[in-house]
């Protein structure tokens, strides 16, 4: 022992003894499978052969448990490790470290799901809106949110913000910044925002409707503050975060500056997706980790779009939106949605759901404003 | 066309013509990956059907342009696809999404590097100190620097800065917090950098040495501001950031605001990693991207560890660490490493290399700082 805090026995603060826990599927056999989960206890909390703790407080209260193991028949083994509140400190980046920081590094290891207690689910209460909470600010109850984005890039901010201005008139729920908008030569973020939510303004006003504009904050950290109440101070209705650009943490914390509900998008999250060889399972990835950050409509690419999600992915993706506790978050397969695959959708995924839009708005016959419409009533007609 | 912006030709702003490329490998045979980089020209950039862009000025400037296809003759081909410098806007978050916001869902597409512009490089110059910079700041020159880390995860404070202080008397060059270690109740960041940081200069003061602490600022972006200046104002030798938890910008970010080096820890990054079906190559994502950030110093897992690197990739990342243009950072294997391994690892990376040992400095006979001492000393025999 090197220094007497080894071997005291005293950890500085008395431990809740309250803990959550986390889902692996580690490949091998049970045995390989216990041993790999054995080295996760030490590497995911203390780094430090456990062999060589003295203190008693520290190797029972800090070190992770195997809780269970359960073959699944594929190769791989269900495998649930236990860890005390305490080592995830109170925010998103400690926790999101004890989960699955340097496993992630290991072959072979698939994070699924965090179980947390109902203490830390105070901590981590997901979305502030959710989909209820969705209903009431655009007053569209009974039936999906319809959403679409601004595009394409190159277009000066009048251009998009007579898009926008065209889609609040047809009366569409939700528009957002098409991810790859952000502050550009060509559309700075200032002048789209402000231009754009102006534009959305006037056509609710026109048409008695409540259309949000959703700007897209997922730039330099330099610039974040300004740019969330810039979109507060605008009305806007909403901010777009993709986490794997800049944090799962950014979707609390703009959900906190500008207290609006918070749109997830994929964008660079793709390669940690599991595709059999380690990574992270799909549903916990789209589905679990923005809603738990506090996300109100998850954003994911649907099956039969142009992306190689599966059914049961999306599925996986729908269910863990709604599961309990919390709030529900709103499910938004993206990505080559059709007109004429809003009936299919509405039936795999249900009515709370926003169903996001872009390219076949625009280039289908019609005005913008027109297909905006049609897109609603298409919707509306199938509730009735 | 819907609108007179989609075909009046006007662009708001002159492009500059310039532009960055970005190398991926994309499963499948020459004409199937020409399909797949087609659609990535777009998806990256428009995200809008080529067809129904009417104004030439986006479609011939803004869209992605496939530059090269090369048969790798592993089932991959070689495709570069080149972007406008626009499209990227001015910071990192907005450049990788470029480079793989979308394209990273698609399963079979790796990225595997970034090709800059000189004019574009100006606003990533890469690392502020890089290894040049960091033996003026550490008064080491013609070795590796040695480099531990506080632990374990559990320990008070006090204990924690205790171990600095060893470690400092015993001559380590670099300490860092456990990138476990951020705020916790066993540990808060404050008391445990300001106490670190004392304990440092006390060692320091004491042996006219010029050991750097390195706290972990991790954590929620709510507190970032105050870490980083607590860190800056502590006289901390330097800042340890996660990007996989809190973006590649706060590289950049804790950089620019603490004007210290910055270590790149890869937590949670690990899901990327491509493993042969998809993701980041193992180069880009552990060497080029958080050098482009700014990281100074890059850990990653050694080969023949217990992690699963192999020699190859760590040879990639200890290449992409010291490629021209900019300063060079330096590589930092870790994760098992023993100091039987010394030789071997200078051999392999390089004198310009930072060797994080951890838990066997804690675990091997004889007191920490004595242990320090023979690691530093064992380096000093080599270079003889």
Redesign the interface.
């Known amino acids: 022992m090197?220094?007497k805090?080894?071997d005291d026995g005293a950890?500085?603060?008395q431990l809740s003894g309250r803990s959550f826990a986390v889902t692996y599927h580690i490949r091998g056999t049970e045995k390989e499978a216990l041993e790999i989960a054995k080295?996760m206890c030490v590497?995911?909390?203390?780094?430090?052969?456990a062999e060589?703790?003295g203190?008693p407080?520290?190797h029972d209260?800090?070190l992770g448990r195997v809780a269970c193991v359960e073959d699944k028949g594929n190769g791989f083994q269900r495998v649930d490790i236990v860890y005390a509140e305490?080592?995830?400190?109170?925010?998103?980046?400690?926790l999101?470290?004890?989960v699955?920081?340097?496993?992630?590094?290991?072959?072979g290891i698939v994070?699924k799901r965090i179980s947390l207690s109902d203490q830390m689910r105070e901590k981590f209460p997901g979305p502030r809106y959710g989909v209820e909470g969705l209903r009431e600010r655009l007053h569209v109850y009974n039936r999906p949110f319809t959403f679409t984005?601004l595009?394409?890039?190159?277009?000066?901010?009048?251009?998009l913000a007579?898009?926008a201005y065209?889609c609040a008139l047809g009366g569409i729920d939700l528009i957002k910044d098409?991810?790859?908008l952000?502050?550009?030569?060509?559309?700075r973020y200032r002048e789209r925002v402000e231009q754009a939510a102006e534009a959305v303004r006037r056509a609710n006003t026109e048409t008695g409707g409540h259309t949000a504009y959703i700007p897209n904050i997922?730039?330099?950290?330099?610039e974040?503050d300004d740019r969330l109440s810039l979109a507060a101070d605008c009305g806007c209705g909403g901010v777009l975060v993709?986490p794997?650009?800049?944090?799962f943490?950014?979707i609390?914390?703009a959900a906190?500056k500008t207290k609006l509900p918070v749109v997830a998008h994929?964008?660079?999250?793709?390669?940690?997706?599991?595709?059999?060889?380690?990574?992270?399972d799909c549903a916990c990835?789209l589905g679990q980790l923005p809603r738990l950050a506090g996300a109100d409509i998850l954003v994911f690419?649907n099956f039969g779009g142009?992306?190689?999600?599966t059914e049961e992915q999306c599925a996986g993706i729908r269910d863990r939106a709604a599961e309990a506790p919390g709030h529900a978050a709103a499910p938004c397969p993206a990505g080559g949605m059709r007109m004429e695959k809003i009936r299919q959708m509405v039936e795999f995924y249900g009515n709370d759901t926003a169903l996001l839009m872009?390219?076949s708005l625009?280039?289908a016959p019609g005005?913008?404003a027109e297909n905006c419409r049609k897109f609603r009533e298409k919707l509306e007609e199938m509730m009735i």
């Open positions: 090197k220094f805090y080894y950890l500085r603060c080295n590497e995911q909390t203390v780094e430090f052969p060589h703790i203190c407080a520290i209260g800090i305490e080592t995830a400190g109170d925010d998103l980046p400690q999101l470290n004890v699955f920081g340097n496993s992630s590094l290991l072959p994070l984005a595009k394409p890039m190159g277009l000066p901010p009048e251009a007579e898009e065209q098409d991810h790859g952000m502050d550009q030569a060509f559309s997922s730039g330099s950290f330099r974040t993709s794997g650009l800049v944090g943490d950014m609390s914390y906190e994929p964008a660079f999250l793709g390669g940690s997706l599991d595709r059999g060889k380690g990574g992270i990835l690419p142009r992306f190689s999600l872009g390219g625009f280039t005005s913008l």
